[in-house]
């Protein structure tokens, strides 16, 4: 199965629309959307998948090619039945979609799993885009009062077993912002966020454990990063995560910190032009 989804990938090389990318044991949905410029896979969020970036790709017109896939358990990718490492699957979409080195676009997790890509294969990226990044080894921080409410709230639902409740403050937390009021942030990007994040919550009670750690501790090695890197932060969003990016930005050698006015966790739903303006700027240099 394996040799014929990365012929299959390899196939539609210079065609763009869906792919399947063989990985270990599965199969991931994905897709290429073809452009004049450079390789940009993006990574989604937890809560979300490749959806999240279709505004992007529209505002880029063109600009790169831009490869999106749902990790396992997101989207049209399906749950994991055995152990697997997210940074092996995201290797094996590399290895389909072109070589040499690839931009990496991640939010949230997928900020992670670019972050720990850039330690373990720094010949395979290029340079960076990274989105309120989650970050392997980092300290854990204070919940600021607003996010503390909010997170109480979900774990209650959790423990309650019921997943439509931690989808709707979920979509509360990521989308609209802590500090402000549920709702700020209306069709079709609330739909779709719960839409994505039902599947992704359904999915994680199958999942389970089986996501492998990448072994990497992102956060000590920050210094070793040598590619540039965009460090990108909506001004609603968590301040842990605000907080933490312009520590990024400080720590990271080639980095420059952007801070996203009026937009929360997921600028690539309620803002994707802007999104795709960071994009084109990071490509130009």
């Not at 763009?16 to 004049?36: D, I, K, N, S, T």
């Not at 749950?79 to 939010?107: C, E, I, Q, S, Y």
């Not at 509360?172 to 079709?188: C, H, N, S, T, Y």
Request: proline share 6%; with cysteine; aromatic share 4%.
């Amino acid at each position: 199965m394996r040799g014929t989804a990365l012929e299959r990938a390899r196939h539609n090389h210079g065609m763009g629309g869906p792919l399947r990318f063989a990985v270990q044991g599965a199969e991931l949905a994905g897709e290429r959307h073809e452009g004049r410029g450079p390789i940009v896979v993006a990574l989604h969020a937890g809560v979300a998948d490749r959806r999240a970036f279709d505004g992007v790709v529209a505002n880029l017109a063109g600009r790169a090619t831009v490869v999106t896939y749902d990790r396992r358990g997101h989207g049209d990718s399906p749950p994991a039945t055995a152990r697997f490492n997210a940074l092996d699957d995201l290797g094996d979409v590399l290895d389909a979609v072109g070589h040499g080195p690839a931009w990496l676009l991640g939010n949230s997790v997928g900020g992670k799993l670019a972050l720990d890509l850039a330690l373990r294969a720094p010949d395979r990226v290029a340079g960076l885009i990274l989105i309120s990044p989650a970050v392997s080894g980092a300290p854990e921080q204070p919940l600021d009062p607003d996010t503390q409410r909010l997170s109480d709230r979900i774990d209650e639902a959790v423990a309650a077993g019921d997943l439509q409740e931690v989808n709707r403050l979920e979509a509360w937390l990521w989308l609209d912002g802590p500090a402000v009021a549920e709702g700020r942030v209306g069709d079709p990007a609330r739909a779709l966020v719960l839409a994505m994040n039902a599947t992704a919550l359904a999915a994680e009670e199958r999942q389970g454990e089986l996501e492998d750690d990448s072994g990497i501790d992102a956060w000590a090695r920050l210094e070793q990063i040598a590619v540039p890197v965009t460090v990108a932060c909506g001004t609603l969003d968590l301040p842990m995560f605000r907080d933490r990016c312009r520590e990024l930005a400080a720590r990271l050698p080639r980095a420059e910190h952007v801070a996203l006015e009026g937009v929360a966790h997921l600028p690539s739903l309620e803002a994707p032009a802007v999104v795709a303006e960071l994009v084109r700027r990071a490509l130009d240099g």
